[in-house]
């Protein structure tokens, strides 16, 4: 995979590229669309530029590339790291950071093998409860995916066990409904020191999303201080008083402010482009990332 552009980024008005919804997700990960059409819905949304963020995996940086070139939207490849402070679970969202970086690489295998082992673990309980088996997981994920929670609610809707992917979650998938497993992550100062070493940018996701209080531990300053570049404010799991802190505290720490729609497809109820990112923004981000490119209309 190289590295893609179709001119210097410094050169590209991001003024009048449109709206930019900087993360978004597609079956390499825990979406329902493949990553050309991914981009393609988004062109068709209007979106002037995405980042396709999938959990821990940068499989389908090549086909959303070739697609964006297609379809004349912007492309800033990325990914989403999972960390972990205790038993919380906090996500960072890492753009333009160069895939073959070493450490990147090592991280990415790590957390491969892990989560097939714990989703192996939970199938396997819960397959002495439900006619649930690993070879339904594999028909809910596309070859070499990051495997997770919501392949096995897929798995569970289809069988009819449940409903939806809300009601697996609630319900069978929920952290205390005995089929639980933990995973092991690193904590988000680790995340953070994988994308800045990787020349990517580092933005903290969704911190006042429930289950993820960032916030209440008190440990944003801690990122800062371990390169945290900026802040995910306007996402619909953060509530108002959560998003007036969250700028306060950017305002604060100097922290770029962004906004997304976290779309999963049919996965989740979330629309491309709900929450959308300041322009001068995307082109701070730009002008920050060595390791990659964004993949930019001709």
């Known amino acids: 995979m190289e590295r893609a552009g179709a001119e210097p980024p410094s050169a590209y008005d991001w003024t009048s590229a449109g709206p930019a919804d900087l993360h978004v997700h597609s079956r390499e990960s825990d979406g329902t669309d493949a990553p050309g059409d991914v981009v393609r819905a988004a062109a068709a949304a209007g979106l002037g530029a995405i980042a396709l963020t999938d959990h821990d995996t940068v499989a389908g940086w090549a086909e959303a590339t070739e697609a964006a070139h297609e379809s004349g939207v912007a492309l800033l490849p990325g990914v989403e790291f999972s960390s972990q402070i205790g038993p919380a679970s906090v996500h960072v969202l890492g753009y333009l950071l160069d895939p073959e970086a070493e450490s990147f690489i090592g991280e990415r295998e790590r957390i491969r093998v892990e989560r097939i082992g714990r989703a192996e673990r939970m199938v396997h309980a819960i397959g002495r409860d439900y006619p649930l088996t690993w070879e339904h997981i594999e028909q809910h994920s596309a070859p070499g995916a990051t495997i997770g929670r919501p392949h096995i609610a897929d798995a569970l809707v289809s069988l009819g066990i449940v409903p939806d992917r809300t009601a697996a979650f609630?319900?069978?998938?929920?952290?205390?409904?005995?089929?639980?497993?933990?995973?092991?992550?690193?904590?988000?100062?680790?995340?953070?020191?994988?994308?800045?070493?990787?020349?990517?940018?580092?933005?903290?996701?969704?911190?006042?999303?429930?289950?993820?209080?960032?916030?209440?531990?008190?440990?944003?300053?801690?990122?800062?201080?371990?390169?945290?570049?900026?802040?995910?404010?306007?996402?619909?799991d953060n509530g108002e008083a959560d998003r007036q802190r969250l700028l306060d505290e950017a305002e604060r720490h100097g922290l770029l402010v962004t906004g997304s729609s976290d779309f999963h497809g049919a996965g989740k109820p979330n629309r491309l482009g709900e929450h959308t990112t300041d322009p001068e923004v995307v082109a701070e981000i730009v002008r920050r990332a060595t390791g990659w490119v964004p993949v930019l209309p001709a």
């Open 170 to 236: 609630e319900g069978i998938l929920h952290w205390q409904g005995g089929y639980y497993q933990p995973h092991e992550a690193p904590p988000p100062e680790a995340a953070i020191e994988i994308i800045r070493a990787a020349g990517g940018v580092a933005v903290l996701a969704h911190p006042g999303a429930r289950g993820r209080p960032v916030l209440r531990m008190g440990v944003l300053g801690d990122l800062v201080a371990a390169g945290l570049d900026g802040v995910e404010v306007w996402h619909r």
